[in-house]
């Protein structure tokens, strides 16, 4: 029995070691300690080598870099990102794990936005465009196409939804709604965020309900449900109903489009994310993440009065 346990604790302890480093530089990363957080990745390499949870701190260190505005170096950290991994993925693929498409991903995001600080939103657009041709059938795929969508979206034709499958109301088609402002409001059946949205939600809906605004709620499966349980999709189907019936239920009238696709093309890596769609159909807001109510309302009363 020693003998059996004595591999399987080692493991354990390596992987416990492994997940704590994403932890302690996101630490040093928020306190804009970066030499440390380079110590701590170099001490890390010297005892581990490389492995996914090294890359996905390296990429935690890009972000916080752009969000500090260094953009040199959060264009390094993003380089040696991808650099890395596409050297790991010369002998596995991309999603045979969950932190190597984090650390990917957060690359690719990291040096478009580094481009279009710079200026170079031509040149931006046109990377993600290539990565997005390059793992457009990976895990990656939606958060690449929200970067696009930053970028490029809003002043654009609003892309038609997939209706096949709903909850709740059937849902319109944004052709069909021509004349009345829509707001798309995606949301996931394990985020809190969405749910902590609600009663800005509702007031949005009791301020502008009667004035022709359309909120539509497009939700996908992602292959489990409370508490991480795997189930089938019909499973997680009655969960998300479930869901939606207790957290959005005061959210009378939101049509629940149900369909991964709709997220693809929308580019709702981050739930929620917020669209306004005008009266003509165009997108005239982007938003992924939680939205002040102030500032939603006044862009859909803006929008109104167009």
Known sequence: MRLFLAPVLFQLAVTAVSAQIIGDVRDAVDQRDFKHADVLIADYRAKHGVTAEMLEAISWMGRGALAAKRYNDADRYAAETRRLVLAELKHRNL??????????????????????????????????????????????????????????????????????????????????????????????????????????????????????????GPTQHYGYAAHGEDVSREQETRYIDQVRKEFYGALPGMSVPVSEENFKNYGASTTPTLVLVDRRGVVRLYHPGAIPYSHLAAKIAEVLTD
């Not at 932190?99 to 200026?119: D, F, K, T, Y």
């Not at 939606?142 to 930053?150: A, D, E, S, V, Y």
């Not at 979206?153 to 109301?169: D, R, V």
Request: contains cysteine; glycine residues 10%; neutral net charge.
């Open 95 to 216: 999603d045979d794990e969950r932190r190597l498409p984090i650390a990917l991903g957060a690359a690719i995001e990291v040096h478009a936005q580094v481009l279009a600080a710079g200026g170079e939103r031509g040149e931006a657009v046109t990377f993600l465009r290539q990565e997005l041709e390059t793992y457009r059938t990976t895990s990656i795929r939606t958060r690449i196409q929200k970067n696009i969508n930053l970028l490029t979206l809003e002043g654009k034709t609003a892309p038609p939804l997939q209706m096949s499958e709903w909850l709740g109301p059937k849902p319109v088609s944004l052709t069909e709604l021509r004349g009345h402002p829509v707001l798309l409001f995606f949301w996931a059946h394990w985020c809190g965020d969405c749910k902590a949205e609600v009663p800005d939600l509702g007031r949005i809906q009791s301020a502008f309900g009667e004035k022709g605004l359309v909120l539509m």
